[in-house]
């Protein structure tokens, strides 16, 4: 794993409505390569972090420094974030028809690039002919997976990417995430409400409340030697300590 940042935010405050005061002065590094965990109950900030990384929420203050271009939401659910009336194979290629220049493929070109990457999440080709509402809820969190990776991204955020999922297709994604950050070095903040979740899938965990960050480390010592109360229940909560 390489030692650089991919990401940096320093003293970010986030408002909504110039009264609401969302996040407050977070501060954190994400290395290159590295998932790290974001965990906190409903409404305490996750999703607004994630959103003024990407660039949707421009009424901030303080710096948010992203060392990678193209970065990707994969959301809770992926059917509203596919195009209802398209079929798979023309929102896969879609990212690739948005290519110029020097960068732009022919449909033959895309059409390989579309096959390669549906090996790569484990589905077969065939599925390029079926629309969204066809798909369960696995081969949709996987088709957007896809597409997220089919824009030239080396940064995932991943909100609550498998909550809406039973526990057996939930174990199916994580063991996919993990074997594509593996694979192609991605660095992914995963966002959960999930402790059990994020203990198999992340090297580092933040624990968010009310729009702070409470608590920060390694996985392993944060979930072992918590410090701060609210971290305790939640583990409490989760039957892990």
Same mark, same amino acid.
């Given at each position: 794993?390489e +030692?650089?940042?991919?990401?940096?935010?320093?003293? %970010?405050?986030?408002?909504?409505? #110039?009264?609401?005061?969302? !996040?407050? *002065?977070?501060?954190?590094?994400?290395?290159?390569?590295?998932?790290?965990? !974001?965990?906190?109950?409903?409404?305490?900030? #996750? +999703?607004?972090?994630?959103?003024?990384?990407?660039?949707?929420?421009s009424?901030?203050?303080?710096?948010?420094?992203?060392?990678?271009?193209?970065?990707?939401?994969?959301?809770?659910?992926?059917?509203?974030?596919?195009?209802?009336?398209?079929?798979?194979?023309?929102?896969?290629?879609?990212?690739?028809?948005? #290519?110029?220049?020097?960068?732009?493929?022919?449909?033959?070109?895309?059409?390989?690039?579309?096959?390669?990457m549906l090996?790569?999440?484990?589905?077969?080709?065939?599925?390029?002919?079926?629309?969204?509402?066809?798909?369960?809820?696995?081969?949709?969190?996987?088709?957007?997976?896809?597409?997220? /990776?089919?824009?030239?991204t080396?940064? /995932?955020?991943? *909100?609550?990417?498998v909550?809406?999922?039973?526990?057996?297709?939930?174990?199916?994604?994580?063991?996919? %995430?993990?074997?594509?950050?593996?694979?192609?070095?991605?660095?992914?903040?995963?966002?959960?409400?999930?402790?059990?979740?994020?203990?198999?899938?992340?090297?580092?965990?933040?624990?968010?409340?009310?729009?702070?960050? %409470?608590?920060?480390?390694?996985?392993?010592e944060?979930?072992?030697?918590?410090?701060? *109360?609210?971290?305790? %229940? /939640?583990?409490e909560?989760?039957?892990?300590?």
């Amino acid at each position: 794993m390489e +030692t650089t940042n991919i990401l940096e935010i320093n003293n %970010l405050n986030v408002y909504y409505n #110039k009264k609401h005061h969302v !996040l407050k *002065d977070i501060s954190f590094s994400m290395k290159r390569g590295e998932i790290l965990g !974001l965990v906190g109950e409903s409404g305490c900030g #996750k +999703t607004s972090l994630a959103k003024a990384i990407l660039g949707m929420q421009s009424n901030y203050d303080g710096s948010i420094s992203l060392d990678c271009r193209n970065p990707q939401m994969v959301f809770q659910d992926p059917y509203s974030s596919l195009n209802p009336s398209k079929k798979i194979g023309w929102i896969l290629e879609e990212p690739l028809r948005m #290519k110029k220049g020097t960068e732009k493929l022919t449909h033959a070109k895309r059409q390989e690039k579309v096959a390669q990457m549906l090996e790569k999440v484990g589905l077969d080709i065939k599925i390029r002919e079926h629309y969204p509402s066809e798909l369960s809820g696995g081969q949709r969190q996987r088709i957007a997976i896809a597409a997220a /990776l089919l824009c030239d991204t080396g940064f /995932l955020i991943a *909100d609550e990417p498998v909550s809406a999922l039973d526990v057996t297709i939930q174990a199916q994604i994580i063991k996919l %995430l993990l074997q594509l950050h593996k694979e192609m070095g991605l660095s992914i903040l995963f966002i959960s409400h999930d402790l059990r979740v994020v203990y198999m899938m992340c090297d580092r965990v933040m624990i968010m409340r009310d729009g702070m960050i %409470l608590e920060r480390g390694c996985v392993d010592e944060i979930y072992k030697n918590p410090q701060n *109360d609210y971290t305790k %229940l /939640l583990l409490e909560a989760a039957n892990i300590n």
